[in-house]
Nanobody, 125 residues
Framework: EVQLVESGGGLVQPGGSLRLSCATS????????MAWFRQVSGNEREGVVA???????TYADFVKGRFTVSRDDRTNTLYLQMNDMKPEDTEKYYC???????????????????WGQGTQVTVSS
């Protein structure tokens, strides 16, 4: 059974940083599109960033220049470095993945078969 497990969430002050990690099991990230999503409302989740095995990531405009995604296919782990955080970044963040390349619809939650349980990120003074 494929499992994605996020860690690294927590409380941070505005302007601060957090680093999220996503550990996978029974899964090879080297053949996958990996991404981070965050909860918007109800069942709606918005794409934050997606990264394929041979690219540097495609970012949503609201995190460009502040967040950096990386992956380690040797350990099947995904990361998200979040800097200069803002109160509006407060959400539950999900690690997601699917087989194959990241496509133009990387931002759409329906593009991914595998989801973690999420980790809460709160930006507040």
């Amino acid at each position: 059974e494929v499992q994605l497990v996020e860690s690294g969430g927590g409380l941070v002050q505005p302007g601060g940083s957090l680093r999220l990690s996503c550990a996978t099991s029974a899964y090879s990230t080297s053949r996958s599109c990996m991404a981070w999503f965050r909860q918007v409302s109800g069942n709606e989740r918005e794409g934050v960033v997606a990264i394929g095995s041979a690219d540097n990531g495609t970012y949503a405009d609201f995190v460009k220049g502040r967040f950096t995604v990386s992956r380690d296919d040797r350990t099947n782990t995904l990361y998200l470095q979040m800097n200069d955080m803002k109160p509006e970044d407060t959400e539950k963040y999900y690690c997601v993945s699917d087989w194959g390349h990241c496509g133009s619809n990387w931002w759409y939650q329906g593009s991914y078969a595998f989801w973690g349980q999420g980790t809460q990120v709160t930006v507040s003074s």
